[in-house]
């Protein structure tokens, strides 16, 4: 049977390291290339026998190959999104044999001479971006072997140590006794490990004592070298001389006669700020006040509600550490809550309060679900942090948060995914048209349009458009009546429904002439009107004919990809 082989080994700058997360850029991986002018890199293929257990058949030839004993070799799930455990030998061996080696274990030449070691971090980008110097299986593996990497390094702290350097469990107590050494009849197999002479027998006369013992020592020690005892009381200093050991204290050495010794040792202190930055991004963008990186992030999905270890979320940072231009782009996210609390019952805006920062705080009650009276755990509000400070600075916060107290804006969605804060008199009062009326100040788009838009409430159930007159809130509060009469049927038994959302988009009932119309005399409009058909022929809601769907899908393509993307 087939397997593709990994290869994978620390840098030597990490190898050195004391180090309990490690990106691929950390990481070498061992790659064929095919002979010729395409290059072609693969992982390295492996057969087996029938029946044969893989990890043991890549050990032994590797074993063959180096002349020394390997470590492990670990299967890898490759269609699984999640990893538990390596596969025992009860379950099918997936296609994939992970084989981790130290830099000073591999010579790359002795195994394949067409084989070299590549960061694993180039490898990786090459195979997310579909590179073609990398056949299709291998870039398969790659994606999968640092999700795997990633996912195990999270889950356990000493997943990198027992990988690379411990030996596998069998390798370990194949041969563990007391001390094997001391064994007539294994003395025999231990010297024959050890490249000594198993033919001479011990012998426990008196003539022969002083050098059977200083023959056991030798071996004993040796054995220890090569990992081949367990961890019994017998041989307290197992594992003494591998330093990615991590002990708090020295295990008890018995002595005949003696009294129990206990030597402590010092436990080692491990700053959490690289894997704080490793495990969330965002907050570090937030922490830095790196604006344009939040952007970024944010784009790419991560989500800004999420809390680290300290139950801190990215907002809470922006607003302790003033960091206004982060705070205005994590506040434009659709699914930012503004008000969650860490473990203490604190929000961003109290964190603004309780530091003067006027604009974050002025910033943070633009946002139309921002609540002034949230209390934390010792019963104070974000006014309460900062009325009784003397100095002019918390005043004036205080004055900003006395004077919220109702909302004054509403958030409107658009069809391009944007959310807009609409300003208005009375939040309760606020009509569909005068609302109506604010985003087309907002957005300057021309009055002539008016009559093809109209404001819309809607989830997943039910979108409702509302006339000009009707007030918005009002209908929102008889929103459980209308989805008992009108609305759709749960997608399953144990469904809740989303949030209603207030919609800006085209009015159900205009006219295809009015929006020609407009469309000729305003670009925006044009703009939202398509980014609305767009969302719709991509959801499968526009009947059309098969010519018009193709012109409709190569305007989409050409938006998403340019005009000069070419399909492979």
């Known amino acids: 049977m087939d397997f593709a082989l990994a290869v994978l080994r620390l840098r030597r700058s990490t190898h050195h390291q004391s180090r309990d997360f490690c990106s691929p850029q950390d990481f070498e991986i061992l790659l064929h290339s095919s002979l010729g002018s395409s290059k072609l890199r693969t992982l390295l293929q492996f057969r087996t026998k029938r029946n044969e257990d893989p990890t043991e058949a890549v050990l032994r030839f590797a074993r063959r190959i180096q002349g020394v004993l390997s470590r492990r070799a670990v299967p890898i799930p490759v269609y699984t999104s999640t990893v538990d455990v390596p596969c025992s030998s009860s379950f099918p061996s997936p296609p994939l044999i992970c084989l981790p080696l130290t830099d000073l274990d591999f010579d790359a030449e002795k195994f394949d001479k067409n084989a070299e070691f590549c960061n694993f971090a180039h490898v990786l980008n090459d195979a997310l971006n579909e590179s073609p110097s990398l056949d299709l299986p291998t870039r398969h593996f790659v994606r999968r072997i640092e999700e795997w990497l990633a996912i195990e390094q999270r889950g356990s702290l000493g997943f990198l140590s027992s990988l690379f350097h411990l030996k596998a469990s069998a390798e370990r107590t194949r041969l563990c006794v007391h001390n094997p050494a001391y064994d007539p009849q294994l003395a025999y197999f231990c010297r024959s490990i050890l490249g000594q002479n198993g033919s001479a027998e011990l012998r426990y006369n008196s003539s022969y004592l002083e050098e059977a013992v200083k023959q056991s020592n030798k071996t004993r020690a040796k054995m220890i070298q090569l990992d081949k005892y367990d961890q019994y009381q017998m041989n307290p200093l197992y594992g003494a001389k591998h330093s990615y050991k991590r002990k708090i204290e020295a295990p008890e050495y018995y002595a005949k ?312």
């Open 257 to 568: 006669g003696r009294k129990i010794i206990r030597i402590q040792k010092a436990t080692e202190i491990k700053s959490p700020k690289e894997l704080w930055e490793l495990h969330y991004p965002l907050h570090k963008a937030a922490f830095d006040g790196d604006a344009q990186r939040t952007k970024m992030l944010l784009a790419q999905g991560w989500d800004p509600n999420v809390k680290d270890d300290d139950t801190w979320t990215p907002l809470h940072y922006a607003a302790f550490y003033n960091k206004l231009d982060v705070c205005s782009e994590l506040l434009l996210h659709s699914k930012i809550d503004v008000n969650i609390t860490n473990k203490t019952g604190i929000t961003a805006l109290h964190f603004a309060a309780l530091n003067a920062h006027e604009y974050v705080v002025e910033l943070i009650l633009t946002h139309s679900r921002a609540q002034t009276d949230i209390k934390d755990n010792t019963g104070r509000t974000a006014y309460d942090l900062c009325a009784n400070m003397p100095k002019k600075e918390w005043q004036d916060v205080a004055n900003l948060l006395r004077k919220r107290m109702e909302p004054s804006k509403i958030e409107v969605h658009l069809s391009s995914g944007l959310t807009l804060q609409v300003k208005v008199n009375d939040v309760k009062e606020a009509t569909a048209g005068e609302v109506r009326d604010q985003i087309f100040a907002e957005l300057e788009l021309d009055k002539s349009a008016e009559a093809i838009f109209a404001i819309w409430i809607m989830n997943s159930r039910l979108s409702l458009q509302l006339n000009a007159e009707q007030k918005i809130m009002k209908n929102i509060e008889k929103w459980k009546d209308y989805i008992e009469k009108w609305g759709d049927e749960p997608s399953s038994p144990h469904a809740t429904d989303d949030e209603v959302r207030i919609v800006f988009q085209r009015d159900a009932k205009t006219f295809v002439r009015d929006e020609e119309f407009a469309a000729r005399h305003s670009h925006a409009v044009t703009t939202y009107l398509f980014e609305e058909a767009q969302k719709n022929f991509l959801r499968g809601l526009i009947p059309c004919q098969e010519r018009d769907s193709f012109i409709m899908a190569s305007i989409i393509f050409q938006r998403m990809y340019s005009s000069d993307h070419k399909i492979e």
